[in-house]
């Protein structure tokens, strides 16, 4: 009864291959968020999606493309991947919408490598 | 942008011995949340601070809010094994959640 789920939790790959993250919540939150953490753990925001609608496109490359196909699921693809790519990804969900403060709830995270 | 600064970076403490994190924000801001993230895992929501001088505790956690709304701190009084972790500051800004760069604690049985 996971909250919220990532799949796979770890992901090594060459460079310039293309892959992606999968992520569901069974929260019933309408609202979704990619984080990227980098190794000196700082976190940052990517994406928020709310009721499958995209609300925060921060400046990441258009190489990684978010796709909700419900409010439930939050994917992300990351095409051509590089060496800087290299962190872990969190997914996470709140509820109400992307500006009611609720807390936000993390998946475990996917450890991405690139060789 | 808005920015939100978390210092010391790293704590290294003996069992026993009290810890605080700080929390700066640039702006005003609505309300701050805390969030600890154990090594290897992910973060976990602890509380949310929304009024000017508020504090709470969580047994011997003791979170403030500033008056100007703009600064935090997370107290933990005695700290134990079970502590270690890295403690996050974050507050709101037109829906994005910013976070402070962690304070990464460390304790020594």
């Known amino acids: 009864d996971t909250a919220v789920s990532q799949t796979p939790k770890y992901l090594v790959t060459q460079m310039g291959n293309d892959k992606s993250i999968k992520c569901e919540q069974n929260?019933?939150?309408?609202?979704m968020y990619w984080y990227k953490q980098d190794s000196k753990k700082f976190l940052k925001i990517m994406f928020s999606?709310?009721?499958?609608?995209?609300?925060i496109n921060e400046t990441v490359p258009n190489r990684f493309s978010p796709k909700s196909p419900d409010k439930a699921h939050l994917n992300l693809h990351i095409n051509s991947l590089e060496l800087g790519d290299s962190a872990v990804y969190f997914c996470?969900?709140?509820?109400?919408?992307?500006?009611?403060?609720?807390?936000?709830?993390f998946g475990d995270g996917t450890r991405l490598s690139i060789l | 942008g808005q920015q939100v600064m978390q210092i010391p970076q790293y704590q290294h403490v003996q069992e026993g011995e009290d810890f605080t994190t700080y929390c700066n924000s640039s702006?005003?801001?609505?309300?701050i949340q805390w969030y600890k993230q154990r090594p290897g895992g992910h973060p976990v929501f602890l509380i949310q601070?929304?009024?000017?001088?508020e504090v709470k505790k969580q047994k011997r956690l003791t979170f403030q809010f500033g008056e100007a709304k703009k600064n935090s701190s997370l107290h933990i009084t005695a700290t134990q094994t079970t502590d270690v972790g890295t403690y996050f500051c974050?507050?709101?800004?037109?829906?994005?959640?910013?976070f402070g760069q962690g304070t990464t604690l460390q304790v020594k049985p």
């Open positions: 974050a507050g709101h800004n037109t829906g994005k959640l910013i």
């Open positions: 702006t005003t801001l609505s309300n």
């Open positions: 999606y709310n009721n499958k609608e995209l609300i």
């Open positions: 929260l019933g939150h309408d609202t």
């Open positions: 601070l929304v009024k000017s001088g």
């Open positions: 996470a969900s709140s509820g109400g919408g992307v500006f009611s403060n609720q807390p936000q709830h």
